[in-house]
């Protein structure tokens, strides 16, 4: 029955070329930052392409010879898809190669593995990237949906071949392959729903939160010939209607409601014109067969490949303008042009690769032989790919750390000794000479090739360091210790991870003393007893809440002499209150003041001590050609609001009894309005916001001073 399953005809549908330059145009202006708010969402529309297409081809092919041949399946995917994305990625190493630092170099060849072995999604949903606000994306980011579609295509010809086992007749299996397809749907929809709302960034590259667009489209596949005999009235408004669909959602669906329900329109749509409107004369059938729509359509897997490796790389080294926009539109269009001709139209050609002699003799298995090698083949190729998931997103913290990639090949220098610690007035030249550099000092550019995470402070080490995640915090959480156990005096560091990077300097300025340091950290949860929700979690303020009460409980355990409190100024914006500004500041300062107050204690002193203001990424502002001055910041609005609400509070509680500082750093880090990327030979910032370990380090000197000033360190 098999032999007269009917499938959509052995055609080629200039309207399905059309929505795919739709889609890829909307893509690449989104990105290009063009004011398509809901661009992203062409990636959906080429989902429900891809599983329409893949699923007539695999019936097209049961249909003309009675069976589904996996290998054959896997050579033409392959065919398709890896001799461009090879060239581009290729071409994206070369040129991060050349014009980045190793860091950043390695980090893009990671994600170049995990493209290579089809869990780029995972391995995004791993590192905790954010699609749509991450400040240093990698060039390979976009791969995220290949890895999607491909995933899903491993699976899904063992279904097709699996439905012809067990239905046998046309009817049934058409009827097994669509209830796979509807189920799909459903589940996948339900996980998405859900998935957008509690982690909005991990459910954006989730394969199962968009696995109900490609089955949306199998599904459309299956139901084309029953839908082919409908009114030529009805056919014509559905279509009309999905083109509508198609050019308006991209322009009004905000991208941050992707997958889920944001996605939904434009796959409709998609949808729509499959079903109803693929050789069609009327006008939206004919508007998609629009030539030079057409002409995008026809490259837009290449026009997909190269638009983001070249804003990324070009925006690494000139600000996003304009002409800059055109020249990159114009850039992605030749190159893809060039890819199209040379590589994908070529390569796409069946060829015989097996000389007569091989193939009789791969030819004596018997059919029945050929079916389970290749079904067993497919489902370890599953399993394969499943566990390169699973090791993205539950393995070691290592697999996806560009410094163990780099150490390992032993491409990273050993850390340079420690500098001699600055006086307060040696500091402020630094950093003056800093504000007016304009090329990187030897020893900076240096150090820029090492900055990886590891050249952050030991304590902010997730697996051997006392930072903790809060949602994940265990109940006897990790701390980080200094100096002699049996010290007669005892300091006790707690905050966010910004407390954590400023343990070095305490360190350094308390041990000599003969003090005990100890210390513990959650990330993104200030000491400060406010609620605020810096991941979009909407649990976060309860864990981060528990989390602060842990901190607060080792201080009162270890009966410390001495509290230091830091976090970082990047929570103030996440107010579940909302306030913003003057309120935000008061209600700041009032949690402030209500921290205090709970960590009190008779001969207690509690020192606020506030992190560098935030500013670029060294990552993200540092290329072999650039100079200092791309990295200087400013302090942000927020850093000013922290700061007056902390020393407030401070001067207050003092008012009452309490024993509480404010130690003002934006001198440190700044000189006036200017805040360099280094100072001396320290690289100041090991990220946008955190201490690398050298500068805190350098740092312990005139924190002693400081501390010295407030007469709260006891010298025994």
């Known amino acids: ?24 145009s909307f893509v690449v202006l989104f990105h290009l930052g063009a004011g398509v708010r809901g661009g992203a969402v062409g990636v959906d529309v080429f989902f429900t392409i891809s599983g329409f297409v893949i699923t007539a081809a695999l019936l097209r092919e049961l249909a003309s010879t009675g069976r589904v041949s996996l290998p054959g399946f ?49 391995h995004l949903i791993g ?134 329900p944001g996605a939904a329109p434009a796959v409709v749509g998609t949808a729509l014109v499959l079903l109803c409107g693929l050789g069609g004369s009327a006008l939206p059938s004919r508007a998609l067969r629009f ?124 850390a340079p000794p420690p500098s001699t610690p600055p006086t ?37 080490d997730n697996d051997s ?34 407390a954590a990077a400023w343990t070095p300097a305490v360190a350094g300025a308390l041990v000599p003393l003969g003090w005990r340091v100890d210390a513990l950290s959650f990330s993104g949860c200030s000491f400060v007893s406010v609620s605020a929700t810096p991941t979009g979690q909407p649990w976060f303020a309860e864990a981060c809440g528990a989390s602060r009460d842990t901190m607060f409980r080792l201080a009162r355990q270890l009966s410390a002499d001495l509290v230091l409190l830091s976090d970082s100024t990047n929570l103030l914006p996440f107010l579940e209150s909302g306030a913003q500004r003057d309120a935000a500041e008061r209600e700041w300062r009032d949690g402030t003041t209500e921290t205090l107050r709970a960590l009190d204690a008779p001969d207690r002193a509690l020192v606020l001590l506030p992190a560098p203001p935030k500013g670029p990424s060294p990552a993200i502002c540092t290329t072999r050609l650039s100079a200092p001055s791309a990295c200087l910041a400013s302090p942000p609005s927020n850093y000013h609001l922290k700061r007056d609400a902390e020393s407030k509070a401070a001067a207050a509680a003092r008012k009452t009894g309490v024993d509480a500082h404010y130690i003002d750093t934006l001198p440190w880090f700044c000189t006036g309005t200017r805040c360099p990327l280094f100072a001396g030979t320290n690289l100041i910032r090991g990220d946008a916001s955190h201490l690398s370990e050298r500068m805190s380090r350098a740092l312990s000197d005139i924190l002693r001073e400081a501390l010295d000033r407030l007469d709260v360190v006891p010298r025994r």
């Open 424 to 460: 307060l007035d040696e500091l402020r030249r630094q950093l003056s000479k800093a504000s007016a550099a304009r090329s990187w000092p030897a020893e900076i550019r240096s150090q820029l090739d090492s900055a990886f995470t590891s050249r952050l402070p030991p304590a902010m």
């Open 291 to 414: 030539a030079p729509l057409r002409w995008l359509g026809l490259r837009s897997y290449s026009l997909y490949l190269w638009h983001f490796p070249l804003i990324v790389v070009a925006t690494s080294v000139i600000d996003m303008t304009p002409a800059l926009a055109l020249a990159i539109a114009a850039a992605t269009l030749f190159l893809s042009a060039l890819t199209y001709r040379y590589i994908e139209v070529p390569f796409q050609r069946p060829r015989r690769v097996l000389s007569p002699d091989r193939t009789r003799t791969r030819t004596r298995l018997s059919p029945r032989a050929t079916a389970i090698a290749a079904v067993a083949a497919s489902t370890s190729a599953v399993l394969i790919v499943g566990c390169f998931a699973v090791a993205q997103v539950r393995g070691p913290g290592k697999l996806g750390d560009p410094a163990f990639a780099a150490s390992t090949l032993g491409l990273i220098d050993p």
């Open 127 to 260: 590192a905790g990237a954010s699609y749509l606000h991450d400040p240093t994306p990698s060039p390979l980011q976009h791969l995220w949906s290949l890895a999607v579609e491909e995933q899903f295509y491993l699976a899904w010809p063992l279904v097709v071949v699996l439905a012809v086992v067990v239905g046998r007749s046309r009817r049934r299996i058409l009827l097994l392959v669509a209830g796979v397809a509807i189920l799909t749907t459903a589940v996948s929809i339900v996980v998405a729903a859900s998935l957008t709302v509690s982690s909005p960034n991990a459910s954006y590259f989730n394969t199962t939160t968009r696995l109900w667009e490609i089955a949306l489209g199998c599904l459309c596949c299956v139901a084309l010939n029953r839908l082919r005999h409908l009114p030529a009235t009805i056919r014509t408004w559905a279509s009309s209607a999905g083109v509508a669909l198609l050019v308006v959602m991209p322009l009004v669906v905000p991208s941050d409601s992707l997958p889920w």
């Open 74 to 122: 896997a050579a033409r995917r392959i065919r398709r898809l890896l001799p461009a994305a090879a060239v581009v990625t290729a071409a994206t190493l070369v040129a991060t190669g050349t014009l980045w630092f190793q860091p950043r170099f390695f980090q893009t060849i990671l994600d170049a593995f995990a493209a290579a072995t089809l869990v780029e999604n995972w």
């Open 465 to 498: 360091g006392c930072r903790h995640n809060p949602v994940e915090s265990t109940q006897i959480p990790r701390t980080c210790s200094w100096g002699d156990p049996k010290a007669s005096r005892r300091a006790v560091v707690i905050g966010d991870s910004s």
């Open 1 to 24: 029955m098999t032999s007269r399953l009917t499938v959509p005809p052995h055609k080629h549908h200039a309207e399905i070329d059309g929505i795919r330059g739709l889609a890829v």
